[in-house]
């Protein structure tokens, strides 16, 4: 019985790692993504100010 959950672990292990690690590519791409669309509205935001015109409307839904 030992050698089957060692044998189960070994089994396991790979797939868990491999996850995690793709868990971890997409959720620093996604934050990445987030951060540069907020600093792209503060730019253009800074931007519009700068010319006199007008705050653009929030685009969210």
């Given at each position: ?11 396991l ?21 987030r ?20 705050a ?6």
């Amino acid at each position: 019985m030992d050698n089957f959950w060692l044998n189960a672990l070994w089994s396991l292990t790979p797939t868990v790692l491999l996850g995690l690690l793709f868990w971890l590519i997409i959720r620093s791409i996604v934050r990445s993504d987030r951060t540069e669309r907020e600093a792209r509205v503060r730019i253009e935001a800074e931007e519009r100010a700068k010319r006199g015109l007008p705050a653009a409307a929030p685009q969210g839904s």
